[in-house]
């Protein structure tokens, strides 16, 4: 008899970790990395990138000005959005953000979009390679392995999306099934005749293909899915309700990644479920005070500055990703690698002051999807009434639910808004149904703020 | 196996690959050993070692005698008179 084919050797399969070395090595030899790294990054893009080059001299900083991690926080500008995108639309499709030759880049993908205009993103072959890392970490923790294969519930267009956890699927080794063109019941169907083991999508995504298989009388809990990932918008590791709510509909484990398209899938989920880890092999990443630009101490909510290795046609450095995280470096799961509990706490942008009380909007989402009433589609509208920020809670009810019942239970809510959050919000019943519904990137945050109020991308 | 003895036959690997590269004409064979390249830079970052940001740059192969500077590597103790 030959020998068995195999992809990993019987020891490297029972692994807890994907890579034990670098997901626990010791804080002090992590920065000494993060220092080296850094230094070689920033010699790079000055050699490379005239956007950078031209920043940095603007500053008289030479790459060997950096002789620290903290030199490195100070130093180097910080890089937003908005820079990237003005020069890309001064000269399309890149501008000189990009730093190598036009024929180095392999695959175009693109921002959603969602705050303004796509910023566009150059990859090259070895990015491609090494942007799927991050999710094959967080697979592996998961429990998910080579034998396991993957449907896509994504379209496979020019949003960054997905492809990055197709890069990691492809990383472990597993079959991957496209889901691109297939309407949400052509999903299921796809699901019950290929009988895929885990499912990639957003996670409201997941609770429209639940809401869906239960109209066409599929319960999903008899399927092959074993597994649901998740990233694109607050998910089950940041709101424990949503956990429960695509566990139970599913009859499987769902997971979570946190990914900023033009940045890197940067942080995948903690096997405990109730956070994720920044991949510090990729990613280099701090908290700053958005309001003073000093930096966050750990356990205190900052925005988290972030600058990749790994996106080396169009890197990043010191890149406002106006996430507001909670960073701490303990985990008993045994990852050194810093952890945000709750990932994603608010956004900057989308942050609202009410009546002196600084309002999340996961704080808001966690509240309503712990009242078994309220239904998984809801919006929160941003107003400003002379001067003030106002926030207006929108929901469906369960449609189960008599509509003489909706005031009651939106008072309800108010009331326990009022206890958790020490504010008022105003809270409507929307007849079910009445919200819209998305496919990618569900928009949960509207805001009719006057444009002079909020941030150039977002008017 | 200790890590500096994966990184010096990684390193060696690349160096070998390298050699073809620049022996031959072919373009697919080019092609190909770059992107063996990418995976051999790609482990090596991942073993904690890094000489360059991308495989491609000026100094990013290293001989493979060179000693492995990833953060761990110790300094030699200086033997006591």
């Known amino acids: ?459 | 196996m200790t890590r500096d003895q994966m990184i010096a036959k990684l390193r060696q690997a690349r160096a070998l690959a390298d050699a073809v590269y620049q022996a031959t004409d072919l373009p697919q064979i080019q092609l190909i050993i770059r992107h063996a390249d990418q995976n051999l830079h790609w482990a090596l970052w991942n073993l904690g070692q890094m000489d360059e940001i991308r495989p491609d740059l000026p100094g990013s192969i290293v001989k493979s005698g060179s000693k492995p500077k990833h953060a761990a590597s110790k300094p030699a103790r200086k033997k006591r008179k």
């Open chain 1, 1 to 459: 008899m030959p020998a068995p084919i195999s992809l990993l050797t019987p020891r490297a399969r029972k692994a807890k970790f994907w890579n034990k070395l670098t997901e626990t090595m010791p804080r002090k030899e992590l920065d000494a990395l993060h220092l080296h790294k850094l230094q070689k990054l920033a010699a790079y893009v000055y050699d490379y990138s005239p956007f950078y080059r031209r920043r940095f001299d603007e500053r008289k900083l030479k790459p060997r000005h950096i002789a620290t991690i903290a030199d490195f926080k100070r130093l180097v500008p910080l890089t937003d959005k908005q820079d990237f995108i003005q020069l890309q639309q001064q000269r399309p499709p890149y501008g000189d953000t990009i730093t190598l030759p036009f024929e180095m880049v392999q695959h175009h993908v693109e921002t959603s979009g969602s705050t303004g205009i796509p910023l566009a993103v150059p990859y090259s072959a070895y990015d491609t390679e090494r942007v799927g890392e991050s999710w094959t970490y967080g697979f592996w923790a998961h429990g998910i392995r080579p034998e396991d294969s993957f449907y896509f519930a994504f379209n496979w267009g020019n949003f960054a999306g997905f492809w990055s956890a197709y890069f990691g699927a492809r990383r472990m080794g597993c079959r991957v099934i496209s889901g691109g063109g297939a309407d949400s019941q052509g999903h299921i169907k796809n699901i019950l005749r290929l009988k895929p083991t885990v499912l990639i999508s957003t996670p409201t995504f997941a609770l429209r293909l639940a809401e869906v298989a239960k109209q066409m009388s599929v319960d999903l809990r008899d399927t092959s899915i074993k597994f649901t990932y998740h990233a694109g918008e607050p998910g089950p590791f940041a709101l424990p309700a949503m956990k429960r709510q695509i566990d139970e509909a599913w009859g499987a484990d769902s997971g979570e990644l946190l990914g900023i398209a033009e940045i890197e899938a940067l942080a995948p989920g903690c096997p405990h479920r109730d956070g994720v880890h920044l991949n510090e092999m990729n990613v280099f990443g701090w908290s700053m005070n958005p309001e003073t630009g000093e930096e966050a101490a750990e356990g205190e909510i900052g925005e988290n500055v972030v600058t990749s290795y790994t996106y080396s046609a169009q890197p990043l450095l010191n890149y406002r990703s106006h996430d507001l995280v909670r960073r701490t470096y303990r985990c008993t799961c045994g990852r050194t690698w810093a952890k945000f509990p709750g990932v994603v706490l608010g956004r900057t942008d989308f942050m609202v002051t009410v009546r002196g009380t600084n309002v999340y909007q996961t704080a808001v989402e966690n509240l309503l999807g712990e009242m078994k009433e309220v239904s998984p589609f809801y919006q929160l509208v941003l107003e400003q009434i002379e001067s003030n920020d106002r926030m207006v809670v929108e929901f469906e009810p369960e449609s189960a639910l008599a509509e003489s019942e909706w005031a009651p239970l939106a008072k309800r809510i108010g009331d326990r808004i009022h206890a958790a959050l020490h504010v008022r919000l105003d809270v409507i019943a929307v007849k079910p149904g009445g919200l819209p519904r998305y496919d990618l990137k569900t928009k949960r945050i509207i805001d009719k703020r006057p444009k002079e109020f909020r941030r150039a991308l977002d008017r």
